[in-house]
């Protein structure tokens, strides 16, 4: 297992704008995970791209990952104030592995 | 969708006393289970993995004789916490592996604060 890295570690935008974060990783993967988490809360998975995928959308979400740069990005378009949280990435090489997670990005939308 | 249940959400106990956290699968049978703990605002720190029908399998640095896991059946794993102590007030999370689909399934989570 490895440990994907957030950055920026914090971003801070108005409703309605567009919010990326970026997450950099060391070794090849399987597969790359995304995940919020509300204050409080447990985590939520949001979107899972695969290594011989380039982009993938979930509504609002759009994934892309570039394995020969070891990287992932996740941009929320339209972002809402219940897109406050913080997200984690998880690259993964599959199965049942365990995950283990970064520092997160702590998202803040401004009402 | 799969869904982990976790209970309790938010316990108080005294210094000295143990308290058992569940986590259950409700529509899935999660073989696997694992068990983190999150100190504030800092990230998830993964502390165990449970297999069912195992011993579980801790993380360095994390004691097993006090982080007591039980994972007795394929939609049951327990955590207790024995001779709790201030240090250990924690949010404690587990997460299963959704068979067959993408990703894992986290509960929601339990607030522990040790007095």
């Known amino acids: 297992s490895q440990q994907g890295e957030e950055d920026p570690q914090a971003l801070s935008i108005q409703e309605g704008e567009n919010a990326t974060m970026n997450c950099s990783y060391k070794t090849s993967i399987n597969n790359l995970q995304w995940y919020r988490q509300n204050s409080g809360r447990g985590l939520v998975h949001l979107i899972l791209i695969r290594s011989n995928e380039r982009e993938k959308h979930s509504g609002r979400l759009r994934v892309t990952l570039d394995t020969s740069k070891k990287s992932s990005s996740l941009l929320i378009t339209a972002s809402r104030a219940a897109d406050t949280a913080s997200y984690f990435c998880?690259?993964?090489?599959?199965?049942?592995?365990?995950?283990?997670f970064g520092k997160g990005t702590k998202l803040t939308v401004n009402p | 969708g799969a869904v982990v249940s976790q209970h309790p959400s938010r316990v108080i106990c005294k210094s000295g006393t143990s308290v058992k956290i569940e986590c259950r699968s409700l529509d899935f049978q999660a073989t696997t289970m694992f068990w983190y703990r999150q100190f504030p605002k800092q990230s998830l720190m993964l502390m165990a993995t449970s297999n069912e029908g195992s011993k579980a399998t801790y993380e360095q640095g994390v004691e097993k004789d006090k982080f007591l896991i039980n994972h007795a059946s394929l939609t049951l794993s327990t955590l207790t916490v024995t001779s709790a102590h201030p240090e250990d007030s924690s949010f404690y999370i587990c997460?299963?592996?959704?068979?067959?689909?993408?990703?894992?399934?986290f509960g929601s989570g339990t607030r522990l604060t040790v007095v």
């Open positions: 998880s690259p993964a090489q599959g199965g049942s592995e365990k995950l283990v």
């Open positions: 997460s299963a592996p959704t068979q067959g689909l993408d990703g894992y399934t």
